[in-house]
């Protein structure tokens, strides 16, 4: 999704980011194999008029180089 539209997506992150506040980000649990990274949280958001948008995901990376890419995530149900 990110390669494919790339200004699209960074406009959507900019607007996001003067929307919301983050208020904070606990890790739950991480789940290691050489080249993948799975890292379950939560998030902790509010909009600006103070409506919690907390949520909890599930996250996958791949390690490419030395740099780790997000491949997808879910959110958990009953999140946002």
Do not use: C, M
């Amino acid at each position: 999704y990110v390669l494919q539209d790339k200004k699209q997506w960074v406009n959507q992150i900019l607007k996001f980011s003067h929307e919301v506040n983050f208020d904070g980000l606990e890790i739950l649990e991480t789940e290691q194999l050489p080249l993948e990274v799975t890292v379950s949280f939560i998030a902790r958001l509010s909009s600006k008029e103070g409506k919690d948008l907390t949520f909890s995901e599930r996250s996958r990376f791949l390690k490419e180089g030395n740099a780790w890419k997000y491949i997808d995530g879910r959110v958990a149900a009953g999140s946002l």
